[in-house]
């Protein structure tokens, strides 16, 4: 009886893994799929700017990055289980909406729906993940979560260039069928986790994030185009500076506040946070920038764009899985970080010095894709994991939500940077521009996590932190 009740449990557990994981890869797929379909959609709606045509992506990721926290905050307090499953139908919900918008405002509107229900699931996820799994096998687990995470972001233009072909709103359905079945399953999987007594997050603090974030990018946005006049950029700034003071506020005063303050006080906490935000930023701009260069530069259709990006995601899976869990128990989270943000800025390296307006997609492209793929999955799974070994096990929501909302701000940041570089006109120079910048990011972001190793080591925190 005693192994079948374990043979169970190790069902369960794998199950989980399967459930969780594929709901962060539809969440983290739709950050980035649209980047590849941004030219039908454009047609398909009177050829609108690319600065409008952001927000078709930024809409989402700022709305995801600003409910994070209290979508934490809720799972904690009403259950994981539950959040995370209202999650998912209200983000299937979404998904089909934005396949069927008939305007672009309601597209605008329908990913904002998606976003919401990314945001309530996402920390869930993580949080049902850490309970399933024995403490010993949580950062394995963590990478494979964050495997799928990362693959999904980096499939996003390959997958959408495939899907492409057929319609633009194929990107959204895609997600329609997987949303289904996750519904079907989860609730007979998942368990229930562990409640606590606090009350109803800060959901003005939460929307004071979205107008304060939203604010910030309008502004980088608007600031290259000929229409921009100083004293709209002034309000903008004024009223994101005023709505995240106001955010920070309440949240030093709420007793369920929309930034866990008290979490992001915990230095590997911060200090992880802030290396994943200017990585994602790298990580962002990145993606965007290859889908422009491919569809740009080379003058590849969206199909073959697609297939030339589909080795790094490939890159992404092997490292983060084979690799990745191993390195972080032997060397920790901070070292394996900045080794990955090393590789990283080292592709893009690659990048700047071969290619040139001339296809040459094996000798020019390929490697440094290699490498940058390589980088991705050692970064996001090791600076992922500093939630569970930071953070006791009644924080994991709001630690979840605070990793995954620096990743959304550095993708909203790394994106909104380059549709300022590129708002002059996209050419050879601009892109290359943008690789310098990236390759700035993830230089960054590589000292940061240095940092953090040798405060780890110094804390004898290699495996675990007493926070």
Known sequence: MATTITEVSAARTRATVVV????AFLASLDLFIVNIAFPDIRTAFGNADLGAMSWVLNGYTVVFAAFLNPAGRLGDRYGHRRIFLWGLAVFTLGSTACGLSGSFGLLVASRVVQALGAAMLMPSSLALLLAAVPAARRATAVST???????AAALGPPLGGLLVEFSWRWIFFVNVPLGVLALAVGPVVLAKTTTSGTGLPDLFG?????VG???????LIEIPTPEASTPMLAVAVAVAVTAMAVAIWRSARHPVPALDLGAVRVLPMWSGCLALLVFSAAFAAMLLGSVMFLTTIWGLGPAAAGLCLSPGPIVVVLV????????IGRFGVG??????AVTYALGVVIWLCRIGPEPDYLADFLPGQLFTGAGVGLVIPSLSAVTGLALPAQQWGAGSALTNTARQL???LGTAVLTVVYAPGIDLASIRLGWELIIGGAGTAALIAAALAIWWHRADGHVSVKS
């Not at 979560?145 to 693959?151: D, E, I, K």
């Not at 983060?320 to 390195?327: D, E, K, P």
């Not at 070292?335 to 990955?340: E, K, M, R």
């Open 320 to 327: 983060s899985l084979t690799l990745a869990g191993r390195l």
């Open 20 to 23: 969780v994981s594929a709901a």
């Open 335 to 340: 070292t394996v970080a900045a080794a990955g």
């Open 410 to 412: 550095g993708t909203v």
């Open 213 to 219: 974030v939203g604010a910030l990018v309008w502004a």
């Open 206 to 210: 939460a929307l004071c994030v979205v």
């Open 145 to 151: 979560w964050s495997a799928v995470g990362a693959m």
